[in-house]
């Protein structure tokens, strides 16, 4: 099985049935694993409902860094892997010969794959783009796309998001924008962004690092840097400057409540006080959530801050954490703005896509405009949820 994601528009897990797979709820018969192409929920959130014997086979940072976030994020979980999907790296599991490609995703550590077996070829997308921190992947998928392929699953996230002849900034054009505005404002700036988006990390760190500024994070951020055990992903680790850690108190109590306290001990030295925020607030941006904001307000290192909002604006919607820190900097006066590029490619990308793999049977997958498919790409077929098709 490749991923077994809690759907985007699904309001909760218990109230969502698992699809009609033998093995999933009982004894596994002929299901050999599961398969996650990366840590978005909307990939693995259905796993918590399986049958713990079924393996599942990951990229070893994913599972690193659900693990790492499991500490932090309510109903997050850590899960085990069984074998790790590594690039290149072709694992045979009964008949199916999977042969993994890293991709250029908002999602760490995630992976397109092609299937083989019996002589009949399959490649499923993943989540992919053409315009983050790692585009020369996709390029390189480009050039080199797996051959005589009989069914292509690809995504289409971006359909209807983004017109047909339109491109998403790319995280380089990002970093320009962060530095522009780190540059524009007077006191600390304020970015509201996942810790697991790990390119917008990198963007924004280096857009600090450039402004002579310093990148504070949280612990829960702190740790996911450390899960990507990358060389080239910033940490508080020994070498990296520009960089430091601060733990707001309602993360102090849930580390002590939790009893692992200890884990960031061996941040000490990058450690930044409460105390000490107002004096370093001009030279720093830090890696924020709007409950924060008490922290900050606590410390009076709120003079001439700005919010950058660094995700997507539909998390901005009425009644949402998002809405309220936006009124929340309102009522104090502070700017609040939306630097952002989508995690997914854009229509022109998935045609260049498309066109390269140039598959018997192109089926629309993690849309929600399907029915934009068919004029935008050769040999579309629509397969509906729940039905079986035969490769
Ligand atoms: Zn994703
Ligand atoms: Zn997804």
Redesign the pocket.
């Known amino acids: 099985m490749l991923d077994l ?1 809690l759907p985007l528009n699904a309001t909760d897990l218990a109230a969502t049935p698992l699809p009609g797979v033998d093995g999933l709820a009982g004894d596994s018969s002929t299901l050999l694993a599961i398969i996650l192409s990366h840590g ?1 929920r ?2 693995w959130g259905l796993v918590p409902k399986v049958n713990r014997q079924i393996p599942l086979i990951m990229g070893k940072a994913t599972e690193s860094i659900m693990r790492a976030a499991a500490d932090f994020v309510p109903d997050a979980i850590a899960l085990d892997a069984a074998q790790h999907l590594k690039h290149g790296k072709q694992i045979q599991l009964g008949p199916f010969l999977i042969t993994p490609r890293l991709v250029d995703h908002s999602g760490f550590d995630a992976y397109a794959m092609e299937v083989e077996a019996n002589g009949r070829r399959l490649f499923y997308s993943g ?1 992919l783009r053409a315009h983050g921190r790692k585009s020369k992947l996709f390029e390189a998928l480009l050039k080199h796309p797996p051959r005589n392929i009989d069914t292509m699953l690809m ?1 289409g ?1 971006s359909l209807g998001r983004l017109a047909n002849d339109q491109s998403f900034p790319t995280e380089d054009a990002l970093e320009e924008l962060f530095i522009g505005r780190f540059r524009a404002t007077d006191g600390m700036a304020l970015v509201a962004c996942s810790a697991q988006n790990i390119d917008r990390v990198v963007t924004i760190y280096r857009a600090a690092k450039r402004t002579g500024r310093t990148l504070i994070v949280d612990a829960y951020a702190a740790e996911v840097l450390k899960a990507t055990e990358h060389s080239s992903i910033p940490k508080p680790a020994h070498g990296w400057t520009n960089l430091a850690v601060f733990i707001p108190h309602s993360q102090r109590v849930q580390l002590l409540k939790k009893n692992i306290a200890p884990i960031v001990d061996t941040y000490r030295e990058f450690r930044v006080w409460p105390e000490q925020l107002a004096d370093v607030a001009h030279r720093s941006v830090m890696l924020f959530r709007g409950w924060m904001m008490r922290d900050l307000d606590r410390a009076q290192a709120l003079t001439g801050a700005r919010v950058i909002w660094s995700q997507w604006d539909g998390y901005l919607t009425t009644g949402s954490a998002g809405a309220m820190l936006k009124s929340d900097c309102e009522s104090r006066g502070i700017p609040f703005e939306t630097i952002h590029t989508s995690g997914h490619a854009s229509p022109g990308d998935l045609k260049r896509l498309a066109a390269a793999v140039s598959p018997k049977r192109l089926i629309p997958i ?1 849309t929600f405009e399907r029915e934009q498919f068919p004029d935008l790409f050769e040999n579309v077929a629509l397969i509906n949820d729940g039905e079986w098709t035969e490769i």
Request: hydrophobic share 0%; charged share 40%.
């Open positions: 994601g978005h909307d990939h989540d995504e996230s993690h």
